[in-house]
Nanobody, 116 residues
Framework: QVQLVESGGGLVQPGRSLRLTCAASGPTFSTDSDMYWFRQAPGMEPELVAGITRNGLTNYSDSVKGRFAISRDIAKQMVYLQMSSLRPEDTAVYFC?????????WGQGTQVTVSS
């Protein structure tokens, strides 16, 4: 069983930064998993924000490219999302996601609110 626990969300002013953390645990968690951050705003479909492979290859949605950075510490089984130049439209619940073959695991989410 795999558990993902997100932290680091909160209320932040536009233009400021925030770092989200996802801690992975469980006897079946594989460090070969591809890791992702999704977000979901009220009334909207989930949106893929960023992803990172075991080898460190990254991809980003166009809406966050150049402002967000995903990284991972394989030894600590942690994934991070550094968010800069935050905008009100970044307001959403952010979810961590792990994919190892057909096995997909979601965290419970952390709320990020960007408002003055």
């Amino acid at each position: 069983q795999v558990q993902l626990v997100e932290s680091g969300g909160g209320l932040v002013q536009p233009g400021r930064s925030l770092r989200l953390t996802c801690a992975a645990s469980g006897p079946t968690f594989s460090t070969d998993s591809d890791m992702y951050w999704f977000r979901q705003a009220p009334g909207m479909e989930p949106e893929l924000v960023a992803g990172i492979t075991r080898n460190g290859l990254t991809n980003y949605s166009d809406s966050v490219k150049g402002r967000f950075a995903i990284s991972r510490d394989i030894a600590k089984q942690m994934v991070y999302l550094q968010m800069s130049s935050l905008r009100p439209e970044d307001t959403a619940v952010y979810f961590c996601n792990a994919r190892d073959g057909n096995a997909v695991t979601w965290g419970q989410g952390t709320q990020v609110t960007v408002s003055s």
